[in-house]
């Protein structure tokens, strides 16, 4: 990161391999303040985006566990939004009709691709 030839200015270490690999992970990050600047002069860390030397790091520890999380939020909204008021009154739209795969028993129109598959061939 001192070579002259070291352009980056922005890092995310999904590692979060403190002292590790990347020199400038020096400490996890959290998803309310994910980033932080790292001085490669002084080996320090500082506020984010406070010297235009310096190199901004992500380094969020579970941001995995994040993904999942925002997945499931906006599955959940959407669930509400889009499909509650369809399968509570009247479904105007054809969303719940469009989205059944079987009626007693057999595969609907918009699902007759799968007969193969039900049939085990």
Known sequence: ML??????????????????SIPSTKRSSTIT??????????????????????????????????LPRSASEEFGRDLIDRILKPLLTKDTGGIIKRGTVCVDGELT??????QDYVSGK
């Open 3 to 20: 070579n002259p030839q070291f352009k980056l200015k922005v890092i995310a270490d999904i590692t979060c391999d403190i002292n590790g």
């Open 33 to 66: 303040d994910p980033v932080y600047d790292y001085n490669p002069i002084a080996d320090e860390i500082s506020p984010p985006f406070s010297h235009e030397n310096y190199i901004t790091t992500m380094a969020v520890d579970n941001l995995p566990c994040e």
């Open 109 to 114: 129109k918009e699902f007759k691709y799968l």
